[in-house]
Every structure is written in C-alpha cells, then in structure tokens.
C-alpha cells in the first residue's frame, strides 16, 4: 500500500514538471505583475536591430525581439496575434573586438528587458507593457499614460501596435503559410 503511494506521487510530480515546461499564456500575481515566463530565452527571435535610435539619447544598442512559440505559430499561419501574445524585447551595449573579432559589434551586458503581452487589461485588443530586470520573477505594468504607448499607437497601430516592419522573418513566414494554404 505504502509502496503504490510512492508511485502515484512520482507520476504526479512527473505530470507537474510537464506542465510547467509547456507555456500556458501569460500569468500574473495578484499584485497585477506578470509572471516573467520561464523559457522567454528559448523563444524564436523576430527582430534584431543595432543602433535603433528612436528614443532620445539612450545609446548605441543591439536589440533583440522573441516572441512567445504558441502564438508565433498561431500568428504565421493567420496573420493575427491571439490574445495572449508576448514579445520580449532585450536591449544589450555593443561591445567590439572580443577575441577573435578583429571588427563588428557583437551583444555585451543587458540594459533593459521588457514584455509587449496582448493581455486586453485596457480592454478589447489592448496590449500591456511590462518592465523587468535580469534577475526579476515579475515585471512591473507599465502606466498607460508613458510614451510607450503613444509611440506604438502612432508608428505600429497599423499592425496591432507591434513594430512588424522591424521584423522581417516574421513577415516572411506568414506570407509563406498564406501561400501554403488551399
Ligand atoms: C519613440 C518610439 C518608441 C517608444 C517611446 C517606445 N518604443 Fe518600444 N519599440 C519601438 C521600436 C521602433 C521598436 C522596434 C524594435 C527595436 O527596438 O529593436 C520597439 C519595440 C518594442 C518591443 C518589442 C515588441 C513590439 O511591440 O514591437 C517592446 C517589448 C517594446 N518596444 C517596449 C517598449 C517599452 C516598455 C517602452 C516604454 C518604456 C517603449 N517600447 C517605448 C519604438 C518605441
């Protein structure tokens, strides 16, 4: 009896540790944070920029964007972010002749992470920005009243308030699902 206890034990803590490596939308805490998902560093890239300058003199940086996989999939195939989308965007410094670069710029400390989540907290359609740090278990929300959103709005709200014409991988692979498809 004991022993037959054990083993169902075992197999729920194995079903528990499955669940947790698949990604399950975003989650917040009861704070209103959100949750900094787990496996962000695993994310397909959809944007890498160098030296972006679109906000005041915040320096020469290399940025990164990740979306989250389950919605980058639902979006190449329909061309629409489901509610619950992330993007991740990582800001890192350049650093130079790192051996055995003799030349280029390649990715050095992180100066800034942040989550673009089609979460619908301001209603319909509505995305939320959330800042956080490397080490962080959640990120703050971000005030609707910062020139996040007013940035977004005016330049990408075309294309639901993502920068979609910095990403062109994301783009191609939509256009090569629609075509796929009878
Ligand atoms: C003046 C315009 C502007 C402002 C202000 C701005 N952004 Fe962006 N943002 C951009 C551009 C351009 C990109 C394209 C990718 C890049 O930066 O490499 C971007 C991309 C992003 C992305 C990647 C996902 C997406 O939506 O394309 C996130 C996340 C993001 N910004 C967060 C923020 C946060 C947080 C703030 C406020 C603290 C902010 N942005 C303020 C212009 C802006």
Known sequence: MKRSLTVVAASLLAVGSLAAAAFAGPTFDAD???????GRDRWPMVGATYALSYEGDGGVTI???RMDPENYD??????????GTMLDLEVRRPVEEVAPAKGGKT???????SLHVKDEKGGPGTWTFYGYGAASKTG????????????HDEHAGKTDTV?????PSLNEARELAAKATP
Do not use: D
């Open 32 to 38: 209103g944070k959100i949750v900094v998902p787990e």
């Open 63 to 65: 940025n990164t964007v």
């Open 74 to 83: 639902a979006y190449v195939k329909t061309g629409k972010f489901p509610v």
């Open 107 to 113: 990715q050095g400390a992180a100066i800034g992470r």
């Open 140 to 151: 703050n929300p971000i005030p609707r009243s910062q020139a996040c959103y007013s940035c």
């Open 163 to 167: 920068f979609m014409q910095f990403y």
